[in-house]
């Protein structure tokens, strides 16, 4: 699965941003689908998730302000991020897994100035 990234940019604190993602195969093929984000220095966090029969779950950092939905397109998904913060600020991954296949996205960044 080929997954590729779009959206990211530069904005103000309490700003909004919409990441989406575009998938080779469609999401609904997929048992897990996912955000990561990474600063440097650090280790790939997991921002939210979709699992099939477990629904959507989220980082505590994000709960209440991001959103994470399989778009219109069936090879779409999309992480609506409000009221955006400066430690929100990284690069953000797609992420789809299949059994132990890991599949990632080329990452698009996302800057949050204060």
């Known amino acids: 699965v080929q997954l590729q990234a779009s959206g990211g940019g530069l904005v103000q604190a309490q700003e909004s941003l919409r990441l989406s993602c575009t998938a080779s195969?469609?999401?609904?093929?997929?048992?897990?689908v996912a955000w990561y984000r990474q600063t440097p220095g650090k280790q790939r966090e997991l921002v939210a998730s979709?699992?099939?029969?477990?629904?959507?779950d989220y980082a505590d950092s994000v709960k209440g302000r991001f959103t994470f939905s399989r778009g219109n397109a069936k090879n779409t998904l999309i992480l609506q991020m409000n009221n955006l913060r400066p430690d929100d600020s990284a690069v953000y991954y797609c992420?789809?897994?299949?059994?132990?296949?890991?599949?990632w996205g080329q990452g698009t960044l996302v800057t949050v100035s204060s």
């Open positions: 979709i699992r099939h029969d477990f629904g959507i």
């Open positions: 195969a469609s999401v609904h093929t997929l048992p897990v």
């Open positions: 992420n789809a897994q299949r059994g132990n296949l890991y599949f």
